[in-house]
Every structure is written in structure tokens, then in C-alpha cells.
């Protein structure tokens, strides 16, 4: 069993080491000439103005939840579709039900207003 | 007609209750969304909405009834089909049926969205339905997420009330933080056995095939993951300031079902999977059942705040059944389920009578505002009486008859000392409780208490009246609600495993 794991294991560790070893060699290999311009915080290319907790609209969480909920639909539809000659007429039935209840989640979200920008 | 569990279709007959519940639950949702968008002028009546839930949990009642009467060929793998199930459901459904009718007056006076509101319940109820029926580890978790996740909303559902959105800040973050241990545990679980599967996990740990050493942490971890649920001490910190600071309606679904379906998935895990090491938890069990009692009820004894006085007597009573689930033999067992009946009945109805007598803004919630409130309103002041003498235990209501099961059940396990402490701690629970009952009969009213004005639909009068009938019913002629408990029991333990 454990040797089915080797292949995630290896490409786990590639990626580490490659992150850490991008990281490493800009750390060692650039060179450092430090102006008060370069020291300053980045904010394209705009001197930054005020904090950066600022408080802002409460919208565009019901836009970040709507996506969630979107997201998680194609993350259970595409395994379905994938398989879906296997699956057959249940995991038809199945992914149905599914979307009903979305889309009674849509209707809901829709009729409350959560889609309006405004 | 028999459940073989051969084709899928079987499976959609074994969980018919949840599927009836879960679709009564969307069109409560729909309704309750449409409603506002047309501007109805009676939009802020809750009870059209809560009307259409409870005919929903009624469907899903006669859908339970239905399949008491369905014999079942062969163990499905997943879902359990047995009457330890079908019991626990109607308490569950019974909860939440008086929950709904009791909360028309809140709900409508607080301006709660009543549509989310009793969806959120219903979907709740879906989850316990959920953890009584879960013979996986997987589908028990998904059980508990479902249920949380809905409490959580609960709690916080006053968006106006500050306390409330605390409370619901702390539960999330609690409740979050021991499904983390349950799932960690159940990991663990499947380390151990390969599986999660509750009856093979049995077969495992009594036939040696588990790994030692993973197989008690992972036992650990889910015992501290229920713990945490079922709010046993040193568990408990949450509690308090959450049944203090959420909506009545919501601590009284809280503290009542929400915790009985957490005692029955514990006592199902533990009973299914786990007999073959009761030496070990039965010992852990013991503790947390002692410390349940003692601390709580002591505290319990220095609260002015009758709402918070509730939370602690609901963690005192947490320890009562954490008594039936160490002596787990089928007296305990049945104890368990009745307490569970008689707990819900009596938690929610005083929860209810603090629920109107409160105040507008929940203002009204210290003891001294008690005072004279029975002889202003007999009605609610009798049935809040009978409430409190159940819940203390009085001889004559079901509480009383609950806590003799559940002292049977010790005995029969030869749990002495936890039996000494269990009556020792009723005692002491008599004097909080009687100490409402004392003001709000034996002292005169402050002048600028009005508690004419508190309002009482028919409905929630019929409800609460009915409440306290079936409690007094229960004291006295337990026979028959024991006796389905006992039956209720029957095939739930492996054979000659349990002492």
C-alpha cells in the first residue's frame, strides 16, 4: 500500500524543496542596495496611505460565500461526469438530488436578495 | 415489505424520516423567503411557518412510525434500521415539535426571520436523526456537522442582541475545536482497525485484531470530541455564557435535543464499537460523570440569572446520564432514553416560561423578577412550577422516575459510589430550583413589575400545558414509556461482551 504513495510522497518533496530553494537562492544571490524607496511598503507603485485593516462591505462576503458554494458544486460534478458511464442511472439520481437542493439554495439566495449588488 | 439493503433503493426507505424532514425543511425555507418578498403585512407572524414545520416533522413522524413496523433481513452497513434508532427519533421529533410551538410568541416579538429560523431547526433535527441512525464513523460525523453547524446559527440568529452574537462566536470556536478531536479520533479509529464501520470495529478490537496503542488514543480523542458535546465537566466552559446569551428558543433546543442526540450517538459509538475495552472507558466515564454532577450543581447554587441557573442545571443533568452510559448495561441503557424523553419535555418547557416572562429585550431574566409572577399569572406560574419539580426530581413527575431508572442501572452495575453522589446531587439541585418556585409564589411582586403583560397565544398555553400532563403522566404511570425503552434496547449490544 504504501508503495502506491511513493509517486505523491516524491512530487510532495519536489515542490517543497523547490519553493524553499527559490526562496534560499533569491535570499542569497541578490544584491542588497537599500533606498528609503525600496524600503517602503509596496502598493503598485502608489505611496501607501493609511492602515491596511480597513473595514469594508459586508457584500462582498455574500459574494465570496456564493462562490464557495458554486465551487464545491464543480468539485462534486466533475468526478461525477468523469465516471458517469460507471455510475449509471443511481449516481445520475444522486447528482440530481444534489442539484435540487442547490438550486432551491439558489432560489433562496436570489429571492433574499443576496445576488443584488446594491 | 423487508429491508435487505440488496439495492439502493432500500436505503432511501431506511432514512425516509430524514428525506421527509429535509424536504419539509427547504419549502419552510421557500415559503419563508417568498413571504418576505411580497411585503406581506402578516410577514412577521411567525406562525404560518411554524404551522408548515411542525406538519413537516408530523410526516417525518408518521415516516418513523412506518419504519418501527418494517422488519429488516440484514444489518445495512451504514444505516442503522433498529428500535434504539426509531426511539431516539421521537424524542428528537418531539423536541423539536415543542421547541417550534412554544417559540411562536418569541419569534414573532423578537422579529426573528422566522423562515431560517425553524429551517435551521428542522435541518438540526435532520442531523440527530442523522447521529441515532449512524452505524459509520463517517455518516456519524456528518451527523454531528450537520447538527453543529445549524446550533451554531441558532445561537447567534438575534443579530440585534450583542450576547447573542458572542455566544455564537464561542460555540462555533468550541464546537469546531473538539470536531477537530472527534475527527482526529476517528482517523486514529481507522488506523487502528482499517475501518469505520462501527460493528467491525467491534469485531476488531474483541478479536485483538486492533493496534493497541491507536485503538485507545483514538477511543480517547472521540470520548473527548463527546465531551465536549455533551458539555460533561471539565468540558463545560462554553456552556454557560452560550445557553445565556442565544435566543430562548434556541437554548431550550440546545440543552435539550441537541444534547440528547449527542448522549445517543456517544452511547451508540461507545456501546457498538467499543464493548470489548469497557474496562478502560468505563473508568474515564465514571470521572466525568462524578465531576458532572458535583461541580455544576454546586455552582448552579449561586446564580441569580435564571437562564444561566438553566445552563448549569442542563450540564448537572448531563452528568445524571453520563451515570447511565458508565454502568451501560440494558437497565442503564433504557434509563438513558427515558431521561432523554423526560429531559427534553421538562428543559423546554421552563425554558419556554422564561421565554415570555423574560421581556421584551430579555431583560427580565433575574431571579428577583420571579417574584409574584405566579400569583399574577396562575397558568404559566403552575405549569413553570411543575417544570421545576421534575427537573429537581420530585417524587410524582417523570424527572423522578427518570432518575430511578437511572439509579437501577447503577445498581445493577455496581456503581455505588455514583449512585450515593447522583442522589446527594439531587438534593443539593432542590434547593436552585425550589428557589424560584419560593419567589414566584411566596414573595410579594415589586411594584413596577408588570407581568400582565406578558402574552401567551392559545397554541403555546395548549403546549405548555400539555407538557406538564405528559410529566406528571410520566411520574406516575412510567410502565409503558419503560417499557418501550427496555425494547428499544433489545439487539443493541454484542453478545456477552458488556458485563
Sequence with gaps: ?118 | MELEFTSRVDYIWALLPEIVLSIGAMVVLLVGVFREADDDPAAGDASPLGWISLIALAAAAMANGWLTGIPVASASPMVAVDPFRLFANWIFLGGAGLTILLSFPYVTRQRLQAGEFYTLILLCTVGMMFMASARDLLLLFLGVETMSIAAYVLTAFNRRDRRSSEAGLKYFLLGAFSSAFLLYGIALTWGATGTTNLLEIGEAVAGGAAVPGLIMAGMGLLAIGFAFKVAAVPFHMWTPDVYEGAPTPSTAFMAATVKAASFVAFARLFMEAFPALYDSWSTVFWWLAALTMIIPNVVALSQSNVKRMLAYSSIAHGGYLLVALTAANEMATAGLLFYLLVYSIMNIGALAVVMVASGHAEERLQIGDYAGFGWAQPMLGVVFTIFLLSLAGFPGTGGFMAKIYLLQGAAESELWTLAVVLALATVVSYYYYLRVAWYMWMRPAAPDLTHEEVWVPLPMRMGLVASAAILIFLGIFPGGIIDLARAATHGFFLAGVLP
Design chain 1, 1 to 118: 500500500m504504501s508503495s502506491a504513495y511513493l509517486p505523491v510522497l516524491m512530487l510532495f518533496g519536489v515542490s517543497v524543496l523547490n519553493a524553499v530553494g527559490m526562496v534560499v537562492a533569491s535570499q542569497v544571490l541578490n544584491p542588497r542596495r537599500a533606498t528609503p524607496e525600496k524600503d517602503m511598503p509596496y502598493e503598485s507603485g502608489m505611496i501607501p496611505l493609511g492602515d491596511t485593516r480597513a473595514r469594508f462591505s459586508v457584500k462582498f462576503y455574500m459574494v465570496a460565500i456564493s462562490f464557495i458554494i458554486f465551487d464545491l458544486e464543480a468539485i462534486f460534478l466533475i468526478p461525477w461526469a468523469v465516471e458517469m458511464r460507471a455510475l449509471g442511472w443511481g449516481g445520475f439520481v444522486a447528482v440530481s438530488i444534489f442539484m435540487m437542493v442547490l438550486v432551491v439554495g439558489f432560489v433562496y439566495e436570489w429571492k433574499k436578495g443576496g445576488l443584488d449588488w446594491e
